[in-house]
């Protein structure tokens, strides 16, 4: 029908003026025979400098003869072969994709080639905005101590930085790519860097500075700081996890040695046994100038274990803390009192006539029993001790002297049998 | 006064039927050994009409079209492409582009040929 082809033909003539893209039909001489406005706005030449004109000869100053005859030499081919070809080329500071098809006749005889042009300048501009973006990222993240990584939520590694790398294994970054832990790591490795990370793709809460002893590939441990975040994509749907550890081995062991270091007990607030040590001797040396002498106790208390396992360790503590409540009462503000450790306590006092062994211990005793008439607990608090006498004329040391309580102190347990 | 024909192919036998059948029906002929031959002839003499073939080494059916029309000789010199070429869009390029008379495809009927010619030439 008349009508219709008249109407194909304004409905190509239409589209044609109206894409963006730029469209060429060359013939088999590669001889511009149709082109479109947008082709003359890529290429930058008038239609009327481009149709009948060979393609190759139309380029040549644009691209260099090298680049027009290889450009041509690809047409022929796309006319030889009839497969698709693509290429790109910068005319005029632009970047333009170039696309080649053989354009066909009814019968299927390839007859040219169809050329479609786009100006790719801003979509690789802004791919390689992009790529240094990430660069930049890549480059932050491989140099950071601390060790990163992201996960997909089948927990399987799609980032790692250097860092990470170099702690648990000699496999580069790029290689755990797609692997999860159980894939990387032995299984009882795999499952404690794994855990949590189903709970914080579950719930999308981070989960923040989780303290986590680590052996290394190396066999060495270290002491992480861990957080884990949800990753989301752009519609804000939890696509997978970031963790960041901070090694904290370093500080871990400088609070260990200064927990050494310290003389107090962090429970109780007494003494602890090297403060306990350093001040008794100091105080023994007095008394030996002063020609005085003094009195150590030495007790544990009974049964920490059976309320350790009983009620907890929560409770043994308060249990601790309360047999040190009593001890302070009973001393004086001169008297030297510690934790020696565990349920081990000692006293040092200066002999007074007030406070001879049998008076200081049966003070302690009826402390003691006033804390548990109380009544506010499911058990009673019960303290063997005893006792050591420093002698000035014959001085001994602080240990000969814990000894001498010690087996005072086992003596009373066997009589309580 | 008879019409006279520039005949512009790179096949000598060709070159010599055509020639043979133009004058047989009186027509004064002319003829040139491929395209640049043929831009030569029609610097130095006029013609009615040219019978040109595309695919001639160094400068073709195509080229010598261009150089006509860039030497705004396009219109006052009719043309007819005789070309093995007969695919639609060297076709769309001949008569639409660069604006000739006829397009025959080769081989070509004798009748048919004299015909056209005679059309041209009124």
């Known amino acids: 029908m008349p009508g219709e082809n008249s109407f194909q033909l304004r409905y190509y003539e239409s589209v044609m003026d109206s894409i963006l893209s730029g469209t060429l039909a060359l013939n088999s001489e590669l001889v511009i025979a149709s082109m479109n406005p947008a082709a003359e706005h890529i290429l930058g030449f008038k239609m009327q400098e481009c149709i009948g004109f060979p393609l190759q000869r139309l380029l040549d100053p644009v691209l260099g003869s090298d680049g027009a005859q290889r450009l041509a030499a690809g047409l022929k081919a796309v006319l030889r072969d009839r497969f698709a070809l693509s290429h790109e080329l910068v005319i005029a500071n632009r970047i333009i994709e170039l696309k080649a098809s053989p354009l066909v006749d009814s019968q299927e005889a390839v007859m040219g080639v169809v050329l479609v042009l786009e100006d790719i300048t801003e979509r690789k501009q802004a791919e390689a905005a992009l790529a240094e973006e990430r660069n930049l990222l890549r480059t932050l993240i491989d140099n950071l101590p601390d060790f990163v990584y992201a996960k997909d939520t089948q927990g399987r590694y799609v980032l790692k930085n250097l860092a990470d790398g170099r702690l648990m294994d000699a496999a580069s970054p790029a290689e755990v790519g797609g692997k999860t832990d159980y894939d990387c790591y032995p299984p009882e490795v795999a499952a404690r860097f794994a855990a949590g990370d189903p709970a914080v793709i579950r719930s999308g809460q981070p989960l923040i500075d989780q303290e986590e002893l680590i052996t290394t590939a190396t066999g060495s441990q270290r002491w992480l700081l861990t957080t884990k975040a949800p990753w989301r994509d752009h519609q804000g749907q939890i696509v997978g996890l970031v963790g960041i550890c901070h090694d904290i081995t370093e500080r871990k062991a400088a609070e260990e040695m200064l927990r050494n270091l310290s003389l107090t007990d962090d429970l109780t607030g007494l003494y602890n046994r090297r403060g306990f040590l350093a001040l008794a001797e100091q105080q023994l040396k007095l008394a030996r100038r002063m020609k005085q002498s003094a009195l150590l106790l030495f007790g544990d208390m009974d049964k920490v274990k059976t309320i350790n396992d009983t009620w907890g360790h929560p409770q043994g503590d308060l249990a601790i803390i309360e047999i040190a409540t009593v001890l302070k009462e009973t001393s004086r503000e001169s008297d030297i009192v510690a934790r020696l450790g565990g349920d081990e306590f000692a006293v040092l006092a200066l002999e007074a006539p007030e406070s001879s062994a049998q008076t200081m211990v049966t003070r302690l005793m009826e402390n003691l029993e006033a804390h548990n008439a109380r009544g506010d607990r499911y058990y009673k608090l019960t303290f063997s001790v005893g006792s050591a006498r420093y002698d000035p004329e014959a001085p001994c040391s602080v240990t000969d002297l814990i000894k001498q309580a010690d087996s005072s102190m086992y003596q009373q347990k066997q009589g309580k049998i | ?122």
């Open chain 2, 1 to 122: 006064m008879p019409k006279r024909i520039l005949i512009v192919d790179d096949e000598q036998e060709l070159l010599d039927v055509i020639q043979l059948i133009l004058n047989g029906n009186g027509y004064e002929t002319l003829t040139a050994y491929g395209g640049a031959e043929c831009l030569n002839v029609l610097a130095q003499q006029t013609v009615d009409l040219v019978i040109l073939d595309i695919m001639m080494p160094e400068v073709d059916g195509w080229e010598v079209l261009r150089q006509l029309k860039s030497q705004g000789k396009a219109d006052a010199i009719p043309v007819m492409l005789l070309t093995a070429k007969a695919q639609p869009i060297d076709r769309m390029l001949g008569l639409k582009v660069f604006g000739v008379r006829e397009y025959v495809t080769k081989p070509f009927n004798v009748n048919d040929l004299v015909e056209k010619v005679a059309q041209i030439l009124g």
